[in-house]
């Protein structure tokens, strides 16, 4: 009987040692994957710096002026007019200030099926490289009829639209980026907004 605890005091010491293994190599393996996670979350972030606008790089972009259609994929831009503002106002709205540039422009779907626009379709660029996004808390001081986004424009059809982007203090020379409407598309254009 002594012999039968003996043996199973050995198993079970046996058993412990190679919890302890198993253990220590899935921290070994868990923080090797990790180290690799963050190297790829580092390449990621300066890939997205070199080209600052996540489109072309500055140098390589064409920016047509304001005023002249800017065809991209199966669309057509024409920013009719770009001003800066430090104060919005609206009917219905509190007046907000800040640092704004204030964008009007006429969208055309030259596709064959409806197309939505979407504001992640427009960004814009200063002469430093940053990249401003339409600014969602903005969208009150919209005319109502040129709040465009998220309705669905049939085929042949232009529409009025305006955006607003809230930028840096001291921020210029602006370089607007338009795309698509297709998701998985990198096609953009550009237009220089003049100051």
């Known amino acids: 009987m002594g012999r039968k605890i003996l ?4 198993g079970l010491a046996i058993l412990g040692v190679l919890g302890i293994v198993a253990v ?3 921290a070994v393996l868990s923080s090797s994957g990790s180290d690799t996670a963050d190297s790829s979350i580092e390449g990621n972030e300066s890939a997205q710096d070199d080209g600052g606008s996540g489109g072309q790089p500055a140098e390589e972009r064409q920016a047509v002026p304001v005023g002249e259609n800017l065809t991209v994929a199966d669309v057509a831009w024409q920013v009719t007019n770009a001003r800066q503002a430090n104060q919005l106002t609206s009917e219905f709205q509190e007046p907000k200030q800040g640092n704004f540039v204030v964008v009007d422009f006429a969208f055309t779907n030259n596709g064959s099926e409806a197309v939505t626009l979407d504001s992640e379709s427009l960004a814009l660029i200063d002469g430093e490289d940053r990249t401003f996004e339409t600014d969602n808390e ?3 001081y919209i005319d109502p009829a040129k709040d465009i ?6 085929p042949g059809v232009t529409q009025q639209g305006e955006v607003i982007f809230t930028v840096a203090p001291g921020a210029s020379d602006f370089t ?20």
């Open 7 to 10: 043996m199973g005091c050995g």
């Open 24 to 26: 220590g190599c899935l």
């Open 138 to 140: 903005t969208f009150g």
């Open 149 to 154: 986004f998220l309705d669905q424009v049939n």
């Open 176 to 195: 607007l980026e338009l795309g698509d409407t297709d998701m998985f598309s990198d096609e953009n254009g550009y237009v220089d907004l003049g100051f």
